[in-house]
């Protein structure tokens, strides 16, 4: 067998232009390397050490005077050749470098090497060794230094004595005299534990070189990749200072969550083999599945089953078939939906057999578990978004439970949809992909009604609750009241009711966001884009209106062009505003509040639902992030504050977002909602996203809802791919977004019209961290052809051009 001479790599770096295959000579002293393994390799002009992975041996290489790999970093390769093939995947898909998606494969502890520090011995007499070196300068200096620290880092001792410290501290060890301080002390799992992860502002910060100092910065850079960790973590991997940590979180760049440990729930706990009578209907969805299953091919299924209707039960057991064929399963959950009580279940059924992996797990922790997997000791992974990449064997089916979530899409680089990722890993595998959810997105919908997915359905609740009373509560008419559009009287009297009979409310607004739409509060006309159908966004900068999709911008209106009065107003309502309402409406009622701002650590929801359910308050109000916290045997009303601003929110997911709230909200089986009702509070009593969902029917949503994507050139009859542009000045990102626009159009002018341009428009945040964003969307069949245009414009784009501005495209936009 020749022995290849030639590697060729992928270097550490998120810059998409040198994002390229290199070619480096082999040393003959490093000929064991194998494909998958980490090297170092001097690169550029400067022959900067940069780490990099192996992709191929090419027979020889087109280029001359290879440069030579420095180093092997791994005696095994740390990704398989399956591992390797779906990273490729990734990056083309996800237009991401190569190596961010290796990154976001693996454990962080892979990449980040400790910083090795060295503590005296315990046993050595310090005045004694001051004798016995009394004569060599360097080593009393040594002697003294550690003497009274806890422990010291190479860098300080070479600092204090130079060059020669190297020598004399492997004296000193060898003489046991210095002991090397290896590893973390991992403490015993506390009941709560804190984990510092990087903020939104920390994130921004970092991706601009907006953070000042090389410690700061490679605290963030070691977050990023790591997701969360303990401070003992962040210490022993950075080997930065406990002050600048601490001065990060004041300074709001790094975020503490204090969570209760729900990892691997006590074995003492876990019922014995609990034993599955699965109904008549979920037999059925079981033997369906079953035989997909059991054809051992590349498959995609749709489980359309209303919250409560025994999805899960159906999940275990086709896991239980899975394994029985000897074959292995994943499931994703969203994030909010990973409770004890849900691992609980799982470990139960799995004997232990059960790895779980998401980001509030600490790097060690997260290390554990992934090594559990590699090593072949787990038959089910169980974890949110990034467990997709779980580097399980023989992989024969892969769930996604609410796989209409946003939460599967990846907002920073490698932005990646683990749908996406999922349905690759499935075909690679013949396995199976089962996607479930009570509201389907209308892209798997439609999947699955053009016959490309298998459909199954769940249509009844276990036990056979009843829904909630759905009262529609038109809010134009609270306005002309003269009461302010947050709480209208139909909401009034319940929750009047509800407070005298000590019972609780659940109020829900959208997101938080300054961005208002325009409502005639006569006839509840909202003005539309005239050429994407979303609403426009009024700004009141310069007083216009605005569509965030393609630009298109008008003058902010007086008169409504339907009923011809002047009764405009711009709408949109923040938890806090309806707190204060409410604060003013029943002094004596207590209130909880549960948003972004109030959960500032990335669990501390558990904690305020507990709260709420401990009675300590009678009202929560909050984001969507409470529309899953309904099982709560006291709440009676629930309601849409203001559903228009989901429906009106200017995305072109914003109807199928706001459907899939409503009925979240609304068609809670919770145990103790049986006489709940329900009010959705909207200007637009008549729009058809309210009208299916007071009737909590789909499929009547659905099918008005693809009729109108068809007609817009909307997904799934296209795909939209959207390119970001950032820069500091706003006129330079504005510039920089249309030339992208300009240079797209030329590549797109010999495709007979297959693709068109939307924007340049201001991003939905169009100003974040004082950075000033810009969007321009491609839109076009899904395919090859679609991302190669994008790949070309990425490739392309230098600072030299567009001067100090930025960019990334995202498929999940
Ligand atoms: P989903 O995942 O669709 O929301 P779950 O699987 O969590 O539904 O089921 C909802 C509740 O109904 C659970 O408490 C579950 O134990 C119970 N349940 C559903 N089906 C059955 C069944 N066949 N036998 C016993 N309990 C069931
Ligand atoms: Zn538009």
Not at 37 to 57: D, H
């Amino acid at each position: 067998l020749a022995q290849a001479l030639v590697a060729r790599v992928a270097i550490d770096t998120t810059v998409l232009t040198i994002d390229k295959a290199y070619d480096y000579l082999i040393p003959d002293t490093l000929s064991y390397v194998k494909i998958g393994c980490r090297v170092l390799v001097p690169f550029g002009r400067s022959n900067k050490t940069t780490e990099a992975i192996i992709i191929a041996f090419p027979e020889h290489s087109v280029y001359e005077k290879l440069k030579t790999i420095s180093a092997v970093l791994d005696s095994e390769p740390v990704l398989n050749e399956e591992c390797m093939k779906l990273a490729f995947h990734v990056r083309d898909r996800s237009f991401s470098t190569f190596y961010s998606v290796v990154k976001a494969m693996i454990p962080a502890n892979y990449w980040f090497k400790p910083i090795i520090s060295y503590q005296k011995a315990p046993d050595i007499n310090i005045e004694e060794l001051l004798i016995q070196f009394s004569d060599c300068k360097d080593a009393l200096l040594l002697i003294q230094y550690v003497s009274d620290k806890e422990e010291v880092s190479k860098d300080s001792i070479l600092d204090l004595i130079g060059e020669q410290g190297e020598s004399l501290i492997n004296e000193f060890i060898n003489s046991g005299i210095l002991i090397i301080k290896q590893k973390v002390q991992q403490q015993v799992r506390e009941k709560r534990q804190k984990l510092y992860f990087l903020s939104q502002e920390g994130l921004t910060a970092y991706s601009t070189s907006n953070l000042q100092g090389s410690a700061r910065n490679k605290i963030a850079e070691f977050l990023l990749s790591a997701g969360q960790a303990t401070q003992k973590e962040i210490i022993y991997y950075t080997g930065v200072s406990s002050n600048t940590l601490t001065l990060m979180v004041k300074k709001g760049l790094v975020s503490i969550d204090e969570i209760e440990i729900l990892r691997t729930p006590m074995p003492s706990e876990l019922e014995d083999n609990p034993v599955i009578e699965l109904n008549q209907n979920q037999f059925e969805v079981y033997v369906g599945l079953s035989d997909l299953l059991d054809a051992q091919e590349a498959n995609c299924a749709l489980l359309h089953g209303v919250t409560g209707s025994g999805k899960t039960l159906v999940y275990i057991e086709l896991l239980k078939r899975i394994i029985s064929m000897g074959k292995k399963g994943i499931v994703l959950v969203p994030e909010i939906s990973l409770t004890p009580q849900l691992l609980k279940r799982f470990y139960s059924h799995f004997s232990g057999r059960v790895a779980v992996l998401h980001s509030a797990l600490s790097v060690g922790e997260r290390y554990d578990e992934w090594r559990r997997i590699r090593q072949g000791n787990v038959d089910v992974v169980i974890g949110t978004r990034s467990a997709i990449f779980a580097p399980l064997d023989k992989l024969g089916l892969v769930i996604i439970d609410e796989e209409h979530e946003h939460t599967y899409r990846s907002e920073s680089m490698p932005r990646y949809h683990a749908l996406d990722v999922a349905k690759y890993r499935c075909l690679q595998n013949k396995a199976l992909l089962l996607l479930g959810s009570a509201t389907p997105s209308i892209e798997s919908m439609y999947k699955a009604k053009s016959g490309i997915y298998s459909l199954f359905s769940l249509n009844t609740r276990f036990g056979g609750a009843l829904l909630p009373d759905i009262i529609i509560s038109d809010s134009k008419k609270n306005y002309k009241n003269g009461s302010p559009n947050v709480i209208g009287p139909e909401l009034y009297e319940l929750l009047s009711e509800a407070f005298s009979k000590q019972e609780q409310a659940i109020l829900l607004v959208n997101r938080r966001g300054s961005n208002r739409h325009i409502v005639c509060m006569e006839c509840g006309y909202v003005p539309m884009c005239i050429n994407c159908s979303v609403p426009l966004k009024y700004h009141s900068a310069n007083n216009r209106l605005i569509c965030h999709q393609c630009g298109y911008s008008q003058s902010n209106i007086d008169t409504c062009p339907e009923c011809k009065k002047h009764n405009l107003e711009s709408v949109g309502i923040g938890t806090q505003l309806v707190e204060a309402e409410v604060h003013k409406l029943f002094p004596e009622i207590k209130i909880i509040r549960m948003d972004s701002d109030t959960t500032s650590g990335k669990n501390s929801h558990e904690i305020i639902l507990k709260d709420f359910e401990s009675g300590k308050a009678q009202v929560l109000v909050g984001t969507q992030m409470i529309a899953k916290g309904l099982d709560f045997e006291n709440v009676t009303v629930a309601a849409v504050i203001d559903a228009d601003a989901s429906i009106y929110s200017g995305d072109w997911r914003g109807s199928e977002q706001a459907f899939s709230m409503i009925l979240q909200l609304t068609g809670r089986s919770g145990r103790g909602f049986k006489n709940g009702k329900a009010v959705i509070q909207t200007a637009t009593p008549s729009n058809y996203v309210i009208k299916a969902a007071a009737e909590q029917n789909y499929m009547k949503f659905f099918n008005d809802e693809i009729s109108l994507r068809r007609e817009l050139k909307q997904p799934p009859f296209t795909k939209l791919i959207t390119f970001i542009v950032s820069a500091t000045i706003d006129k330079e990102a504005y510039t920089a977004s249309h030339r992208v626009r300009s240079t797209l159009k030329n590549c797109i002018q010999n495709k007979n019209n297959k693709y068109d341009i939307l924007g340049p428009a201001p991003a939905a945040i169009h100003k974040l961290n004082n950075i000033y964003r810009y969007c321009i969307t491609l839109r076009g069949p899904d395919c090859r052809e679609l991302r190669d245009i994008v790949w070309e414009i990425l490739m392309t784009y230098h600072r030299k051009i567009y001067g100090n501005t930025s960019i990334f495209a995202d498929a999940n936009m």
